[in-house]
T-cell receptor, first 114, second 114 residues
Framework: NAGVTQTPKFRILKIGQSMTLQCTQD?????MYWYRQDPGMGLKLIYY???????DKGEVPNGYNVSRSTTEDFPLRLELAAPSQTSVYFC?????????????FGDGTRLSIL | DAKTTQPPSMDCAEGRAANLPCNHS???????VYWYRQIHSQGPQYIIH???NNETNEMASLIITEDRKSSTLILPHATLRDTAVYYC???????????????FGGGTRLMVKP
């Protein structure tokens, strides 16, 4: 199994541009998550989803949007890129069960806003 | 979620056991202890988790003290590929609470040396 796959791996954007970070998983996990990791820091939750059609805000949702039309896919959209959004973005997924279910991560998208 | 304290760095000789400590003195009764690692430029990788009892899987062993205020991750035969930052995280077991995000602290940078 591929697990959690993120595309692209790297991207440079200009201020004000928009883009969509793609995330897909083949483990039939109901729960999916988007985190960002700034240099030398831990991960912060942006958005999460408990199933197709259901999404909710995490700790740092401003400037981002998500959708969940299928179990497999959970894209993250940046509408107006800002330098503060320069970060590494990780997508994760898990089975239901909250704290007793480990989250499995993709390898990340490294995004620079110039 | 309870906070954790880990040493910032450790060295280990290749082939020897790596014992990574974690203090979580304010852990609640319903909080699990999780261990993840992050190898350079990759996404966090789940290693193991436990509630009260010691746990073992193909990657590592987790030893939790009886009062649950500290734990130790053991990599029985460390290899060079185990060089990574190791994160100890405590997370409540609220079932189906997907918004219960993983909070990554500073972690321990483990260097496995030949």
């Amino acid at each position: 199994n591929a697990g959690v796959t993120q595309t692209p791996k790297f991207r440079i954007l200009k201020i004000g541009q928009s883009m969509t970070l793609q995330c897909t998983q083949d483990m039939n996990h109901n729960y999916m998550y988007w985190y960002r990791q700034d240099p030398g820091m831990g991960l912060k939750l942006i958005y999460y989803s408990v199933g197709a059609g259901i999404t909710d805000k995490g700790e740092v949702p401003n400037g981002y949007n998500v959708s969940r039309s299928t179990t497999e896919d959970f894209p993250l959209r940046l509408e107006l890129a800002a330098p503060s959004q320069t970060s590494v973005y990780f997508c994760a997924s898990s089975y239901p069960g909250g704290g007793n279910q480990p989250q499995h991560f993709g390898d990340g998208t490294r995004l620079s806003i110039l | 979620d309870a906070k954790t304290t880990q040493p910032p760095s450790m060295d280990c000789a290749e082939g020897r056991a790596a014992n990574l400590p974690c203090n979580h003195s304010t852990i609640s009764g319903n909080e699990y202890v999780y261990w993840y690692r992050q190898i350079h430029s990759q996404g966090p990788q789940y290693i193991i988790h436990g509630l009260k009892n010691n746990e073992t899987n193909e990657m590592a062993s987790l030893i939790i003290t009886e009062d649950r205020k500290s734990s130790t991750l053991i990599l029985p035969h460390a290899t060079l590929r185990d060089t990574a930052v190791y994160y100890c995280i405590v997370r409540a077991s609220s079932n189906n609470n997907a918004g219960n995000m993983l909070t990554f602290g500073g972690g321990t940078r483990l260097m496995v040396k030949p």
